[in-house]
Antibody
Framework: QLQLQESGPGLVKPSETLSLTCTVS??????????WGWIRQPPGKGLEWIGS???????YYNPSLKSRVTISVDTSKNQFSLKLSSVTAADTAVYYC???????????????WGQGTLVTVSS | QSVLTQPPSVSGAPGQRVTISCTGS?????????VHWYQQLPGTAPKLLIY???NRPSGVPDRFSGSKSGTSASLAISGLQAEDEADYYC???????????FGGGTKLTVL
């Protein structure tokens, strides 16, 4: 059974960089059949797609976040990562990693999700 | 304000049927992009409920069904059960914004 697990600091100071890693188990991130994505959910609010990556490193980003976001992949560790720079309180959210059900990336549904990790931006 | 519009809340009694709408535009649902639906139980990650407008992943009861017409899509839940009480989100792709879009979510209350 495929499992995804987010990890990283739960508290980040304003203006600093948020860094999270998603570890995939029960399957290979190097599969040619899937993209992998990051989604966030501010407390009490809806879902926002951040970006997605293929095992080759090909990425798609949400244009509203693109200037601050970097998503990378480490196939040797079966992980992919998120970096969000210059964070503010508005970036406080539960951050989820997930798998796209196919290689059409942004068109595909997200069929496996991590449990999510709350990141709070505060001094 | 979400690109895809959902009602904030719907409710129904056990055993009843409810529908949740997801209204988009000519650059997303109306452009032919698929709609997917998720169920989010309190304090948990979203779960894929319907993909490709009307397909159910393995393990999802056939009480859940999806449809799409024009610039809108709908999720129907029949034979409501207490365990269906959750938030439901639609998802598609918007070509003018080049972004994956989610609806604002609908809270289902089972009376």
């Amino acid at each position: 059974q495929l499992q995804l697990q987010e990890s990283g600091p739960g508290l980040v100071k304003p203006s600093e960089t948020l860094s999270l890693t998603c570890t995939v188990s029960g399957g290979s991130i190097s599969s040619s059949s899937y993209y992998w994505g990051w989604i966030r959910q501010p407390p009490g609010k809806g879902l926002e797609w951040i970006g997605s990556i293929y095992y080759s490193g090909s990425t798609y980003y949400n244009p509203s976040l693109k200037s601050r976001v970097t998503i990378s992949v480490d196939t040797s560790k079966n992980q992919f990562s998120l970096k969000l720079s210059s964070v503010t309180a508005a970036d406080t959210a539960v951050y989820y990693c997930a798998r796209h059900r196919g290689i059409a990336a942004r068109l595909e549904p997200l069929d496996y999700w991590g449990q999510g990790t709350l990141v709070t931006v505060s001094s | 304000q979400s690109v895809l519009t959902q009602p904030p809340s719907v409710s129904g009694a056990p055993g009843q049927r409810v529908t949740i709408s997801c209204t988009g535009s000519s650059s997303n649902i109306g452009a032919g992009y698929d709609v997917h639906w998720y169920q989010q139980l309190p304090g948990t990650a979203p779960k894929l409920l319907i993909y490709g407008n009307s397909n159910r992943p393995s393990g999802v009861p056939d009480r859940f069904s999806g449809s799409k017409s024009g610039t809108s899509a709908s999720l129907a839940i029949s034979g409501l059960q207490a365990e269906d009480e959750a938030d439901y989100y639609c998802q598609s792709y918007d070509s003018s914004l080049s972004v994956v879009v989610f609806g604002g979510g609908t809270k289902l209350t089972v009376l």
